[in-house]
């Protein structure tokens, strides 16, 4: 009788260490949605002043200055355009946390995005006398239906990422695909690769982690805020794909993803023409 009271006192117990376990980890989550939701509106309030700030110097500059007063103003706005960008970034990011980020689908061309992406970040890599270079493969469509501006900012991370961490070499944007059988879906391959600074053996586990960079000394030199590829990790994963990095200290590193989406096929004109 002693050991069936004690068994019955035992699983009582176990049943209520489960209920605190529960309880515990319902508040946790809830402590965690709170402080993303308070992230994404505090960044949301801050980003409208300081676009204000920084159109505000940038209407200033074109003003009749003296010279130091335009240095002045060019100032304000650069560095209000540097601080939009950690807004952005934290607003981002705390969206995603907050499972607040809603993911747009609709058709674009992803050669000819790819091709208009480079051109501009082609202005950085040139001032440093790197090659950036997009190869897209002729086999793969080039329309796909998806969320073209968040594979830009992905892109954006990695391209800029790679030639910020390049000295000499290049940047190669490659795109590799296979469509599905019945031609309706494309799995995409998406690559950068450089020939930069590369990543220690021991570091690039924890490249994708939030505000993590490589190293302190190292990053001094670069400005970020270490939040940009574990947002590209958390975008990519909201689209249902893959992202990995493969790096060696002193060579190079190749940060890729993949996604599958579908193509777009535009109407056949021949089809939509009424009957005569
Ligand atoms: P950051 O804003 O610092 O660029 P990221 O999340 O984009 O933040 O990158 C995190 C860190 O990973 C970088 O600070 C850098 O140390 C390392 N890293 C990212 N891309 C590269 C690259 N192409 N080559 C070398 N190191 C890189």
Redesign the pocket.
């Known amino acids: 009788d002693g050991d069936m009271v004690n068994l019955a006192l035992n699983i009582t117990d176990t049943i209520r260490q489960e209920k605190d376990l529960k309880e515990a980890r319902r508040k946790a989550e809830a402590a965690s949605r709170a402080k993303s939701s308070f992230l994404a509106n505090m960044s949301h309030e801050i980003r409208t002043p300081m676009n204000g700030v920084v159109g505000m110097a940038e209407l200033l500059a074109d003003t009749d200055l003296t010279e130091e007063q335009r240095l002045y103003a060019d100032t304000i706005r650069n560095s209000g355009e540097a601080l939009l960008v950690i807004i952005n ?1 934290v607003l981002d990011y705390s969206k995603i946390e907050a499972g607040k980020l809603v993911l747009h689908n609709e058709p674009f061309d992803l050669e000819h995005s790819l091709h208009e992406l480079a051109m501009l970040m082609q202005v950085n890599a040139r001032d440093k006398g790197l090659e950036l270079l997009v190869d897209y493969d002729m086999f793969l469509p080039t329309r796909f239906t998806g969320d073209p501006g968040r594979i830009r900012q992905v892109m954006t ?2 391209i ?3 030639v ?3 000295q000499e070499g290049h940047v190669v944007v490659r795109v590799v695909g296979l469509p599905d059988s019945d031609d309706t879906t494309a799995r995409l391959h998406i690559t ?1 690769e ?1 020939t ?4 220690p053996a021991d ?1 690039v586990g924890h ?2 982690g939030e505000f ?4 302190d000394e ?2 001094r030199k ?11 990790k958390k975008l990519i994963g909201l689209m249902g794909g893959d992202i990995w ?1 493969e ?1 060696e200290e002193g060579k ?2 190749t ?1 890729g993803f993949s996604l599958a989406l579908p193509v777009d096929i535009p109407p056949d004109p021949e089809l939509l023409r009424l009957p005569d």
């Open positions: 970034d991370n990695l800029g990422n790679a910020k961490f390049t950068v450089d930069g600074i590369g990543i570091k490249v994708f993590n960079q490589v190293d190292r990053n670069f400005e970020g805020t270490g939040l940009g590829l574990a947002i590209s990095v790096s190079g590193s940060f």
